[in-house]
């Protein structure tokens, strides 16, 4: 008979649930990403008994996550979703870039088994980290019956990877579903859940290229007051492959920059337009040459438009 899967695999990426500070006072002059991944595990003695595996994929602020670190992680998931014996993955992870990641590991992967990312707003030396509480949630939700893709767990909430964002740059609970609302919380390890878990159609990770560069080079340009073309054109003129524009409301764009996205499409650039708004989603109209992210915002949008042109 086989065996019931019950081993989650914890992968260490850095971010300030690793990080360190001099003084335990001190909430923002930290260092992030510098314990060990087994250290963050060791510290929250109710996983002490839990069946964990703990493995180091990379050490970094997540400021400066990059499409190299991503493959990396992409196919260390896949690698471990693959075992009969693993019944979900935890990813810690900075708190900046996490929404991008969450995006990214759903679009490529899109996970029969839960892959929870969660991180901290303290590093691991604050007088009140939130990192432990955070990771012990994250286990929880790994082992959760019918749990499945990739979701962000912080303060208690569960947030699909489509739908969170970073809200808040200094608040415990600075993570937010907007109107999506949360998939689940997590109270004492039990979940209640309010809505499915996130599905979709995986990429696969043997389309992600070994090599940096042959990642397609995608930049988000912003439109607002006193908008120019300037900006799109420098960037056509050293090859970019794709822009995603963070447009006003519901997808308008200043008309001296939307010129140049048209003059960039002409050129073969591939665009799309996303919101600035921090909720909602752009509607479409009869107006909009361009095409439209949905409800994606802008960083995610990038991510998505990079994988599409793969
Ligand atoms: C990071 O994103 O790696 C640093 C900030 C954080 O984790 O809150």
């Given at each position: 008979m086989q065996k019931k899967a019950s081993t989650v695999v914890v992968l260490g990426t850095g971010g300030t649930i690793a990080g360190t500070a001099s003084d335990a006072g001190d909430n923002v002059g930290y260092t992030a990403a510098q314990l060990g991944v087994a250290q963050l595990v060791r510290?929250?003695?109710?996983?002490?008994?839990?069946?964990l595996e703990v493995e180091q994929v990379a050490q970094v602020?997540?400021?400066?996550?990059?499409h190299a670190v991503w493959r990396r992680l992409a196919l260390r998931c896949a690698h471990h979703l693959s075992r009969d014996d693993v019944i979900g993955i935890v990813v810690t992870h900075g708190t900046d870039t996490l929404e991008e990641t969450a995006w990214f590991l759903q679009r490529v992967l899109a996970p029969a088994k839960p892959v929870v990312i969660t991180g901290a707003m303290r590093p691991a030396t604050a007088l009140q980290s939130d990192g432990p509480q955070n990771l012990l949630d994250a286990v929880a939700v790994a082992q959760a019956p019918g749990a499945r893709g990739v979701v962000a767990v912080f303060s208690g909430q569960v947030h699909g990877a489509r739908d969170v964002r970073k809200v808040h740059p200094y608040r415990v609970d600075a993570f937010s579903s907007g109107d999506a609302g949360l998939i689940a919380c997590v109270e004492e390890g039990e979940l209640r859940v309010f809505r499915p878990w996130p599905e979709g159609e995986a990429l696969g990770v043997d389309k992600l290229p070994e090599d940096e560069a042959r990642w397609p080079h995608v930049e988000i340009v912003v439109s607002h007051a006193g908008a120019s073309g300037a900006v799109v054109r420098a960037l056509c003129t050293i090859g970019v492959k794709g822009l995603v524009v963070g447009s006003t409301g519901n997808g308008t764009l200043h008309r001296d920059l939307e010129a140049a996205l048209l003059e960039a499409v002409a050129q073969g650039v591939k665009v799309l337009r996303s919101t600035r708004t921090r909720d909602g989603r752009i509607l479409p109209t009869a107006r909009g040459a361009l095409p439209a992210?949905?409800?994606?915002p802008p960083a995610k949008a990038r991510v998505e438009l990079m994988l599409r042109m793969l």
């Open positions: 510290a929250v003695p109710a996983l002490k008994d839990a069946s602020d997540s400021k400066d996550m990059s992210s949905d409800d994606l």
